[in-house]
């Protein structure tokens, strides 16, 4: 039985949050509101791995002074990205020397690490903590699919990888906080084909949905916005046809970063965003300021992962799906 | 600064613990202790990355069995291994359907992991919870190296990743138990070789250890063994060094899993074992058995991470080092 991990007693809550994306980005609908875009999407680095281990870098030092904090006074880092043994992280944030828990969750890992560090604010002597995650389009394309210079024709279905790092600086005492989370089970997708992670995702965040609904004593009605990670367009129409039948009205507060992200009239980006940074860059740049301005007041928010890699999908095994979640509210 | 968790208001403890391993861990020295071996390395399956899968599962299967527990009794799984994107671990645990937290920390998973579920259920309302941990040699060589079949030849300071699986079953209330722990800090290992990932992961070690004797209050002489992960010979030597110039003491109860896992004249491994289910079947089948006995009554655990890719060692980043830390106490 999955459990609700309940943050009440001692709330976990935002001291800032900082983003940094790329040339796609900030041409779509939220490209004013990232802190930091490189029209190049090279920042400074002469190969895409080590451009998206840049943009880590940048973001968490965003944060951090946003924050008015030196990496010294953050007791832990939490953080993970797409690329082979998650080197965009461990390359691009070792150098602030915090101690660190590496993740790995697909394009989950935001709200995986978010979860853990306010397990770790709230019931131990962690006093403030930093979560990182990010993706990169063109280190992503060529690592998963084809480079981009081979000029393939991406599929109807395709997502588009998201040149995006979120960062987030976490304490006590602020003005929005994750009052409880749960952990996400992994879901047979029953989809083998890596350019459609949407309907691979779908059914793994129904049944986070599901079962949040069913144990938390919660109705959609509680919420403004139910917000899932990266289910793009096809995902998420497939997530709504099953909530509508299931948990009522939960489809009607649907929002996905995914669909968020990109103008899908202006750029060919078929099924929407996807990628670790999609939904953390969407959270720091446009729902926590949200919340912070008291515009909205409660969100479900649910990255959504894909559990696959180029061999294991050569290998004929089907995408597996995993959905975390996390209530995050305005606590004035 | 680092922080230590600890967990002596409501100690975490193993309820069971299992491995299951390949052929060259089998003719080791701690052979007749591993519970299953497959002679072929292949597990019944037909490529080497299902295999590392199955084995994953037989080990959890294992652990459920001798711990008397059902999958829908484990509250949360942590778990991941060394192949591209964990598939070996999402691919071969998703069917037991238990909430699932994945994890990416190199060769020092099982520590990682480990920690995070003591936090878990000390801490939470999470009353019982499982770790696995996995590396495939076969899958591991053609990944970061060259297939076996290609025939290489290794380089003396080459480690030999292990074909192991180690599982782990906790609640509370048992006679072995995690009391305290401290998570990781990347540190450069000064090292591009990715055939020398001991010395890379020696200095990341010794910055763990050097920083809890200095905030723990506790030193070497509390404890039988400080036992390491994978840093093998090579790597082993230049930490005892270390230690030696520093927590004198420290480098007498030192011993390493990658130079317990095989017998160095029969085998030519070279630096010795490595890979995510080294430490974890040594720790499942070696130390947590004689800790059960009572012929030792502390140790510290420490797995080693090397945090690189095939490609980032391309571009010529260094190998970075990271070397979470348990402490294990005998509770009777």
């Known amino acids: 039985m999955r459990k ?6 001692n709330i976990p809550t935002f001291l800032s949050s900082a983003s940094a994306v790329g040339k796609e980005e900030h041409l779509g609908p939220l490209g004013n509101k990232f802190d930091i875009y490189d029209g190049s999407d090279l920042y400074g680095m ?3 791995e080590k451009a998206e281990a840049e943009m ?3 973001a968490l030092n965003l944060a951090l002074k946003k924050a008015g904090l030196q990496p010294s006074q953050i007791d832990i880092l939490l ?3 797409l690329d082979n043994q998650c080197t965009a992280t461990s390359s691009g944030l070792y150098s602030f020397g915090i101690p660190y828990i590496g993740l790995y969750s697909a394009c989950s890992t935001c709200t995986e690490a978010l979860l853990l560090l306010s397990l770790l604010i709230s019931k131990t002597n962690t006093a403030c903590g930093a979560v990182v995650t990010s993706s990169h389009n063109s280190a992503a ?4 699919r084809t480079p981009v210079e081979y000029g393939g024709q991406r599929t109807p279905t395709a997502q588009w990888t998201a040149t995006a790092s979120g960062a987030f600086i976490m304490n006590t005492g602020g003005k929005v906080g994750i009052t409880e989370g749960m952990f996400g089970k992994i879901v047979d997708g029953t989809v083998s084909d890596a350019s459609n992670m949407g309907a691979a995702m779908a059914r793994s965040a129904f049944d986070t949905l599901y079962t949040y609904f069913k144990i938390s004593g919660h109705a959609p009605s509680d919420f403004d916005f139910i917000v899932t990670g990266d289910l793009g367009h096809i995902g998420s129409e497939i997530l709504c046809e099953m909530l509508a039948k299931e948990v009522s009205g939960a489809e009607k507060i649907h929002t996905d970063c995914g669909k968020l992200i990109y103008d899908k009239s202006k750029k060919d980006v078929h099924g929407g965003g996807s990628g670790c940074g999609c939904s953390a860059s969407v959270l720091a740049s446009h729902f926590l300021p949200m919340l912070e301005r008291g515009e909205i007041k409660d969100i479900l928010f649910l990255s959504t992962g894909a559990l696959m890699s180029p061999g294991s999908v050569l290998q004929g095994e089907n995408i597996l799906g995993i959905t975390p ?4 509210k305005g606590l004035e």
């Open 325 to 328: 979640l996390i209530h995050i």
């Open 4 to 9: 609700l991990l309940n943050f009440e007693n």
């Open 79 to 81: 953080a993970g990205d």
């Open 46 to 48: 002469n190969t895409f």
């Open 141 to 144: 394309e060529r690592q998963f």
């Open 56 to 58: 880590n870098r940048t």
